[in-house]
T-cell receptor
């Protein structure tokens, strides 16, 4: 059974039209991450939540925002997508304190910007 | 800050050939080490992981990796590759729970049948 679920799997938007990607988890994990992966590149961390504490990477553009209304859900908002934002967006969770630090990834949401 | 380097960006092998993908990391403290695989059009999947204990770690699908602390390395190996191993392989490191996972640039493996 899928434990980290991302929706939609594929999203097509127009240049400048806001987009929201969602991630839900059934693992009850404290930590949730959003990564951006462009073609043939390594996943790049955008931000993460440790419970409700939000941690932004220094080089994450202001165009990218996130919300975590509860433990199970996390959203990635792209306020004004540009052509350079076309990528796969990966959500991941990490288990409770004392755990091994392994991340569990969802299947990703592929964003196309026209 | 942690960083991960993977030595080969593209590797092409024939079926039954042996595989070794290099991974070196830089971080002074205790680390957790991972190899993830991404098959064409699919999401990242964990191949194997090292946290402590035996430095030779066995994963799924016949893969193994050896942690050599003195060399800051965590190389991935498979004695005999199959066509179905064609994928991109990522080495990743974190400093434990609550710490972000840092990925290497990835190695694209193509296995010729």
């Amino acid at each position: 059974d899928a434990m980290v679920i991302q929706n939609p799997r594929y999203q097509v938007t127009q240049f400048g039209k806001p987009v929201t990607l969602s991630c839900s988890q059934t693992l009850n994990h404290n930590v949730m991450y959003w990564y951006q992966q462009k073609s043939s590149q390594a996943p790049k961390l955008l931000f993460h939540y440790y419970d409700k504490d939000f941690n932004n990477e220094a080089d994450t553009p202001d165009n990218f925002q996130s919300r975590r209304p509860n433990t199970s859900f996390c959203f990635l908002d792209i306020r004004s997508p540009g052509l350079g934002d076309a990528a796969m967006y990966l959500c991941a969770t990490q288990g409770t304190s004392g755990g091994t630090g392994e991340l569990f990834f969802g299947e990703g949401s592929r964003l196309t910007v026209l | 800050a942690q960083s991960v380097s993977q030595h080969n960006h593209h590797v092409i092998l024939s079926e039954a050939a042996s595989l070794e993908l290099g991974c070196n990391y830089s971080y002074g403290g205790t680390v957790n080490l991972f190899w993830y695989v991404q098959y064409p059009g699919q999401h990242l999947q964990l191949l194997l992981k090292y946290f402590s204990g035996d430095p030779l770690v066995k994963g799924i699908k016949g893969f193994e990796a050896e942690f050599i602390k003195s060399k800051f390395s965590f190389n991935l190996r498979k004695p005999s590759v199959q066509w179905s191993d064609t994928a991109e392989y990522f080495c990743a490191v974190n400093a434990g729970y609550g710490n972000k996972l840092v990925f290497g640039a990835g190695t694209i493996l193509r296995v010729k049948s």
